[in-house]
């Protein structure tokens, strides 16, 4: 097993946990202090990028050892001339191309354009509890920095308030509350996405949303995801709510509503109970019925009203990959996600998530495979976001590179909630009577936040940049978590207009296979990107023969 390393001297960054391959520990706590390159790029944003104790120190880079086949095991390539993919209004110049000038915009969609100022997007946040604790500094903060954010499944199923009348939705309040602060600060960059599974589709998710917000959402259809391939999973501590979960037709386990269980539970040898989804498509026992089912459910969604729809596969093997990217394309969906093993962020059996699906690179180096034969056949193939196992900007790159031209987005679960906890956790402390709506973990700020400062224009490098976005009396209402975010997704686009205009690369568009190589012949083999010395290898020969 390769083990990653848990201090990098030169950003002065260290785990709390384990790191895994992302960078993230492999159990990241929402009260953690720090400080791992995601958590102390949230509050110092692009400095981040670069090794501390500048004209005190040098370094040199420690990954010259690449195992294994992973993202790790892809480097970027870069280029002594040319400029590509000029942004209009902008020339050739030296004095023009530089990296604040790389445009890292872009859009994505069929009919109806979906544009983002920066190529990423949330996982899914659905109702695995964090996401509702944190969901105002999730929502504002990817509204503000105009990103498409995703809810999750069963956000209606799980929700006590809302009403469910003969199988259909009457009342919805906290997914209501999901779209509203979302749409609080949306300017026409980003997007709502919500997601549904089997139980939402029967509790008639879509037929609400459309009701409600007509097409300002974009509507997902849920196959999987990366962590488990069960569907979502919560846990619940009250015996009281899993037997709600049970009559509202969820899979209880185990069944709160046996006598045993209740006598465990009030004894204290159980002390949670875990709710989890159905699995879709188990009547249907060909590829062919599937193919039907799924564009039966486009073509209803179509007719009710939606404009933008998209697909969300998760690490299943590779027939069903060819299925989600085939369907997805001859429906004209908007996007298909399509995540590796194996992080989440929600709740999935740890070994199972150790152990099943398809690893993130692998999946995503055979989606750019088949998306290629239905190009060479001439059909229009469907815009796609890579996740699983991305935090950086170098993953960012890197994945936008994998799978181009079809790859516009990085769909980041874990990294982007960072954010959001230590935006919160400083907000309660600076704050306390703020401290139980924000979910704040913290009595007091550790040393690892007060060697920055104590205020938040003191703490967050991006403060006064939202700011000047938002307005000094509006910034008040910004919650600390939003202003994180807005200081990460700040360096995340910053390393990546460095990594693009060293690839010369100034619009998104422009970014090509060719900027990655292998770093390894496994890794060269099994995604067809060439090894670092055989890449350009025949033109270099030409060279120096001529
Ligand atoms: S924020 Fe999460 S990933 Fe980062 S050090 Fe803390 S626990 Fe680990």
Known sequence: MIQWPKTNDALGTVNRGNPCESGLCTLCRVDCMGKCETWLSSLKG????????YSFTTAGSANSSHIGVSYNSLRINGYNY???????????????????NVNIEGEFGQAVKTKFRVPMMTGALGSTFVAAK????????????GIPIVVGENVVGID????????????????????????????????????????????????????????????????????????????????????????????????????????????????????????????LSSEKQVEENFMKAVKYLRKIGYKRISLKTGSYGMEALAMSIKYASDAKLDLLTIDGSGGGTGMSPWNMMETWGVPSILLHAKAYEYAEILRKKGKQVVDMAFAGGLAREDHIF?????????????????????????????????????????????????????????????????????QKKVGKDEMKNVPLGAVALWTLADKLAAGVQQLMAGARRFTLKAIRRDDIFSANRETEKETGVPFITDAADDKAKKILKG
């Not at 692009?46 to 104790?53: F, G, Q, V």
């Not at 309040?173 to 609080?184: A, G, K, Q, W, Y």
């Not at 709506?437 to 913290?442: E, F, L, Q």
């Open 160 to 283: 006590k308030q809302a009403e469910i009348k003969n199988g259909k939705i009457i009342k919805a309040p906290e997914l209501d509350r999901r779209v509203e602060t979302f749409l609080r600060y949306y300017d026409g960059y980003g997007a709502i996405i919500v997601q549904m599974n089997v139980e939402d589709t029967r509790n008639g998710v879509a037929e609400y949303v459309i009701k409600k917000f007509g097409d300002k959402v974009i509507i997902e259809l849920k196959w999987g995801q990366g962590a488990k391939c069960i569907g979502g999973e919560i846990q619940v501590t009250s015996l009281e709510y899993a037997q709600f979960l049970k009559k509202r037709g969820y899979v209880v386990d185990p069944d709160p509503t046996l006598p045993q269980v209740q006598e465990a539970f009030k004894a204290g040898a159980i002390k949670s109970i875990a709710r989890h989804s159905r699995l879709g498509y188990t009547s």
């Open 82 to 100: 040319g400029a590509t993919g000029l942004p209009k209004g902008l020339s050739n110049s030296e004095d023009d191309c530089i990296f604040p």
């Open 134 to 145: 944190y969901w105002e500094s999730f929502a504002t903060g990817a509204a503000l920095v």
């Open 398 to 466: 890197k994945a936008l590179a994998l799978g181009a031209p079809y790859t516009k987005l990085v769909c980041m679960g874990r990294a982007l909630m960072i954010p959001a906890y230590l935006g919160s956790n400083i907000e309660g402390v600076l704050n306390p009577a703020a401290k139980t709506k924000v979910s704040g973990s913290w009595d007091k700020l550790p040393a690892s936040v007060t060697e920055m400062g104590s205020t938040p224009d003191e703490l967050f490098a991006g403060y006064y940049d939202l």
């Open 46 to 53: 692009r400095k981040l990028l670069y090794p501390r104790d």
